[in-house]
């Protein structure tokens, strides 16, 4: 039997690492990573300046969808989240453990395309190489593996300060920005079909992804029953409004061709006209703080999922011994996740 280098149990008797803003700040740092960096432009591609009526309708979607998720959590508590409804859902099984297995492997894909992301990110700084860029990606997810072996507590904590720094440098450039606007960028007589609107929601919604970290965290959290559908609600409205304003921002500023040219980029680019070469930087930064925050909240839920499966048989039960404040699930996660950045073509996530 492996030796328990650290009790679990000692750590979660004494204080809940998760309160209302906490768990607030988790699910911002998860849904604000690199995606909002690129779905404006992509979404602003297909909406035109209709894009913030389709963050609108993503955002209610992501608001119901989160309420479900904040009901359920309280109803089954559990570290797995997700995994868990399945199996309240549909039993014990091959179907609800697959899904499961299946969930979790995702999770790891989502890891290890967003840590690439940065090291792609990291290295247009300093003109590196693809092999220099892998490793600023491995970088950034040890030292998140590292976090988060210390415990939840210092996930907070860590989430917390990301957050606010990249919440900040966004809300600024969002309320700068929204004097320059051009009002006839924004003219109704330019504005696409409203089908055009309706397809970009898809996009839209796929920014807001990351809620439902917030569900895994319902074991480390104060007070679940009054604290949970709170923290999603103020997340989501918060990202939903944040992302309105931030689309009205770019769009009102960059005309729909430039949007098109620059849709991987679109919002750093608004930002240049206006803050100069200066303002590009700090929002080509500000995607390095967004994505690791999101890998740090990502790596935190996949480390509850498999240890939740584990429990239940799905997974080695390996996932379930502890090393430090956390799982030895982690270190198996991290050790999967090094071949994906290193071998596997994550473009396409």
Known sequence: MKAVLWSRK????????????????????????AGIFIVIGEAGAIAGNLVWLSFIFGGIAALLS???????????????????????????????????????????IVIAAVAKSFGTYAGTFMHADAMIQNLFALGVVGLFILINLIGASLVAKSENIIVFIKVTILVIFTDVALFYVNPKLLSTADMP?????????????????????????????????????????????????????????????????????????????????????????????TALLATASAINATLYAATEIGYTLAKDGDLPEDYTYNVFHSFEGLVISGLLIIPMILFLNLSQV
């Open 10 to 33: 000692t750590m979660t008797d004494t204080k809940k690492a998760f309160g209302v803003w906490s768990a607030v700040f988790l699910g911002i740092g998860s849904m604000v990573g």
């Open 66 to 108: 989160g309420y479900s998720l904040a009901r359920l959590a309280i109803t089954y508590p559990s570290r797995g989240g997700i995994v868990e409804y399945v199996v309240q859902g549909f039993g014990e099984g091959v179907f609800s453990g697959s899904t499961g297995v299946l969930f979790y492997f995702s999770q790891l």
């Open 193 to 285: 079909p409203l089908n055009s609107m309706l397809f970009a929601v898809g996009l839209t919604f796929f920014a807001y992804q990351g809620f439902s970290v917030i569900t895994n965290t319902v074991e480390d959290m104060q007070n679940p029953k009054q604290t949970m559908l709170k923290a999603m609600t103020i997340a989501i409205l918060f990202v939903g409004v944040l992302y309105i304003l931030t689309s009205v921002a770019v769009l009102g500023n960059l005309s729909l061709p430039e949007v098109i040219k620059t849709k991987d980029y679109a919002l750093a680019q608004a930002a240049e006209p206006i803050f100069g070469p200066i303002g590009f930087k700090i929002m080509a930064a």
